[in-house]
T-cell receptor, first 113, second 114 residues
Framework: DAGITQSPRHKVTETGTPVTLRCHQT?????MYWYRQDPGHGLRLIHY???????DKGEVSDGYSVSRSKTEDFLLTLESATSSQTSVYFC????????????FGPGTRLLVL | AQSVTQLGSHVSVSEGALVLLRCNYS??????LFWYVQYPNQGLQLLLK??????LVKGINGFEAEFKKSETSFHLTKPSAHMSDAAEYFC????????????FGTGTQLKVEL
């Protein structure tokens, strides 16, 4: 257990609505990540953070923004949700000498109608 | 660029039989390799990892994997399947030296039958 919580765990929203998902960690990890999981695609990296206010894009960042104002919180925002963003979203942290090992939160299931 | 191919999106075995889940990787630099397991409606749990030490890696729940550079493979095995092993399994690769960019395979759903 890497001390990761995600909120909300489930959300239903309408197209065009802004949505923010929260990832919270309690163990002072420097690196945090947001992934989405879709059938047939495995997990794909959306954005990641390597410190407070330090973030970078991943493979599928279009339509998403992130913020990290505190070490323990990493927020993922869908500015205007679309049906293609219906997915399960996972937050992760990394550990190890080279930050090579990632541990995942329980996920947020998002449905955009 | 790095990528992972998991052969077989669905694998079915009998309880007590050998489990073999295949993973082949492509990486321009020596990689780190990982297997994760996901039970229904849960997050991903790390099963085992290869980080340039022993090529045969033992993980949790009786699983192990062998890194074969010549075959660019990292197949996951378990000698005797149990009903509780039914889950989805993901292979992932990252480059060594600051390997925080994990690339995942598309997953293999393991079904265990009586």
């Amino acid at each position: 257990d890497a001390g990761i919580t995600q909120s909300p765990r489930h959300k239903v929203t309408e197209t065009g609505t802004p949505v923010t998902l929260r990832c919270h960690q309690t163990e002072n990890h420097r690196y945090m990540y947001w992934y989405r999981q879709d059938p047939g695609h495995g997990l794909r990296l959306i954005h990641y953070s390597y410190g407070v206010k330090d973030t970078d894009k991943g493979e599928v960042s279009d339509g998403y923004s992130v913020s990290r104002s505190k070490t323990e919180d990493f927020l993922l925002t869908l500015e205007s949700a679309t049906s293609s963003q219906t997915s399960v979203y996972f937050c992760a942290i990394s550990e190890g000498a080279e930050q090579e090992t990632q541990y995942f939160g329980p996920g947020t299931r998002l449905l955009v109608l | 660029a790095q990528s992972v191919t998991q052969l077989g999106s669905h694998v079915s075995v009998s309880e007590g039989a050998l489990v073999l889940l295949r993973c082949n990787y492509s990486s321009s630099v020596p990689p780190y390799l990982f297997w994760y397991v996901q039970y229904p409606n849960q997050g991903l749990q790390l099963l085992l990892k290869y980080t340039s030490a022993a090529t045969l890696v033992k993980g949790i729940n009786g699983f192990e994997a062998e890194f074969k550079k010549s075959e660019t493979s990292f197949h996951l095995t378990k000698p005797s399947a149990h009903m509780s092993d039914a889950a989805e399994y993901f292979c992932a690769v990252s480059p060594t030296g600051g390997g925080n960019k994990l690339t995942f395979g598309t997953g293999t759903q393991l079904k265990v039958e009586l």
